[in-house]
Structure formats: C-alpha cells, structure tokens
C-alpha cells in the first residue's frame, strides 16, 4: 500500500474502494499495490462515471468505473485525517 500524502494525479485507475471511514484505495492499472488516501468521515470526495458498485450494504465497498479506467485528482496535506476534495471521473 502506498500512502497518499500530497496533492497527486492517478491515472488508469480500474476501481477505487471506499468505506464509511473516509479511507479510499485506488487501484491502478500496472501497479501491485493500492494507492491508499486516509481522510476523515466528513471529507469532500466526488467519483463520477461510475458503471457499478459492489457490496452497496458493507462497510468497503468497491466502484467500478464506466469506461476502462478512472482518472482522479486528490488533495492530501498528509497521512491522515484529509478533508479532500477527491474527484474521479473516466476521461
């Protein structure tokens, strides 16, 4: 896992998990490991395009994006309690 802690640009993105904690994982393509960003519970995340979502009713639950991959701008002042924003779209 890879820790998100400044403003950063992930491309080919192919999905993001997100849970009720305010911590987000996106999972790049070609890359091993997730690119985790912890912020808080109220913080500002917007993800747009999104095809499907599985495990609508648990605590992690997965998006996938509408077309092949995300594209996500994210703004991180460190390792944790961020407020955002986070936006994601498919280009």
Same mark, same amino acid.
């Given at each position: 896992?890879? *820790?998100?802690?400044?403003?950063?640009?992930?491309?080919?993105?192919?999905?993001?998990?997100?849970?009720?904690?305010?911590?987000?994982?996106? =999972?790049?393509?070609g890359e091993d490991d997730?690119?985790? &960003?912890?912020?808080?519970?109220? =913080?500002? &995340?917007?993800?747009?395009?999104? =095809?499907?979502?599985?495990?609508?009713?648990?605590? *992690?639950?997965?998006?996938?994006?509408?077309?092949?991959?995300?594209?996500?701008?994210?703004?991180?002042?460190?390792?944790?309690?961020?407020?955002?924003?986070?936006?994601? &779209?498919?280009?």
């Open positions: 896992m890879t *820790r998100i802690i400044q403003s950063t640009r992930l491309s080919r993105v192919q999905h993001i998990i997100g849970s009720g904690t305010g911590v987000i994982d996106f =999972a790049v393509d997730y690119y985790t &960003w912890d912020g808080n519970e109220d =913080a500002e &995340w917007e993800i747009e395009d999104v =095809a499907s979502v599985q495990n609508i009713d648990e605590d *992690r639950f997965i998006m996938y994006p509408e077309g092949e991959f995300f594209v996500c701008e994210i703004e991180s002042q460190g390792e944790e309690q961020n407020t955002g924003p986070v936006h994601c &779209w498919c280009e």
